[in-house]
């Protein structure tokens, strides 16, 4: 139980990059209820766009200097495949079956894969610069700068989002088309500006998590989405899709509880077995399944009933 604290911290840093990634679907989900299987494609680009903008400054620029722009490139890169792909996938089948754009947004997420795979160089893993700085120590718990990093991104982008839906223009038209798409066209909203705004949000939140994750591991890899994406859409389950609040606490919920499986399941009398870092994903899983059943609007959702 000495080791409790930095489960925890890892825990957190996890979870808080989860969090980044489960707002895009949380925000998706919320105006147009479309489940955008492939943003967490949308996280990997962020990625590979901020390590391209890296690799084109020299390994001569300071990291510092670096990271801003690596986040602008990230960002840009990001956004623009999700307004591509709002235009082009999505809008065509707004009216179409909830099947239709479900399995679009599957085929969607392996063509990113495979086009980002399909450039030179990107077959294997490519290594991330790092944050000079660190390791840092806070009693028993030692942290690196990129986590440092994750967590204040995620803190500082989720109070802007806050702010932005409650008290800007935007942010009220937002919530207008959320809660009636109809009428808020009657309104003089532009509902397809708002959704693409939204698809834009979501994908500036998963390319600064992306950031995060090649700072934290060193690496980032063609198909890092698939998995990264699938817990955060998990996340923001867990915590109510289409709350913002409930996309964050899902995220920590979901980092805690794949680090303290991983670290004391095995401890328990006749589970060694599944206490691997191979099983903390099920059992973040089975926490999920649990919550469900007894709160199926997650977390922090809201009943509501279907809209016609």
Same mark, same amino acid.
């Given at each position: 139980m000495h080791e409790l604290p930095q489960n925890l911290a890892? @825990?957190?840093? $996890? =979870?808080?990059?989860y969090g980044l990634i489960a707002v895009g679907y949380t925000m998706?989900? /919320?105006?147009?209820?479309?489940?955008? %299987?492939?943003?967490g494609e949308i996280f990997m680009t962020g990625a590979f766009g901020a390590l391209a903008v890296y690799s084109k400054l020299g390994a001569g620029v300071s990291i510092w200097i670096a990271l801003p722009l690596m986040i602008v490139g990230g960002v840009a890169? *990001?956004?623009?495949?999700?307004? $591509? #792909?709002?235009?082009f996938a999505y809008r065509p089948l707004r009216n179409a079956p909830r099947l239709a754009p479900l399995i679009t947004a +599957?085929?969607?997420?392996? %063509? $990113?894969q495979q086009l980002v795979w399909g450039f030179p160089g990107n077959k294997s893993a490519r290594v991330f610069p790092s944050l000079p700085g660190g390791p840092f120590h806070v009693g028993s718990v030692v942290f690196q700068s990129a986590d440092i990093f994750v967590v204040v991104a995620a803190v500082l982008s989720t109070l802007f989002l806050a702010y932005f839906v409650r008290s800007?223009? &935007?942010?009220?038209?937002?919530?207008?088309t959320a809660q009636d798409p109809d009428t808020a066209k009657l309104m003089g909203i532009d509902t397809d500006k708002v959704i693409v705004i939204a698809f834009a949000i979501g994908a500036v939140f998963a390319a600064i998590a992306g950031v995060?994750? @090649?700072?934290?591991?060193?690496?980032?890899?063609?198909?890092? @989405?698939? $998995?990264? @994406?699938l817990f955060a859409f998990t996340a923001a389950v867990l915590g109510g899709i289409g709350?913002?609040? /409930?996309?964050?606490? =899902? /995220?920590?919920v979901l980092g805690l #509880?794949? &680090?303290?499986? #991983? *670290?004391? +399941?095995q401890y328990i009398p006749g589970m060694s077995q599944f206490g691997s870092q191979d099983w903390s994903g099920v059992w973040a899983f089975v926490i999920l399944i649990l919550v469900l059943m007894f709160r199926p609007q997650g977390l922090l959702g809201e009943r509501v009933a279907d809209r016609a």
């Open positions: 890892n @825990g957190l840093f $996890l =979870g808080a990059m998706v989900y /919320g105006i147009i209820q479309l489940i955008n %299987f492939a943003h890169t *990001a956004t623009l495949v999700a307004v $591509l #792909a709002e235009r +599957i085929g969607l997420s392996i %063509f $990113l800007t223009r &935007t942010g009220r038209a937002m919530q207008a995060s994750s @090649g700072l934290r591991y060193g690496q980032i890899e063609y198909n890092m @989405g698939f $998995l990264n @994406g709350n913002i609040y /409930g996309a964050m606490l =899902g /995220g920590l #509880a794949q &680090t303290l499986s #991983a *670290a004391y +399941i």
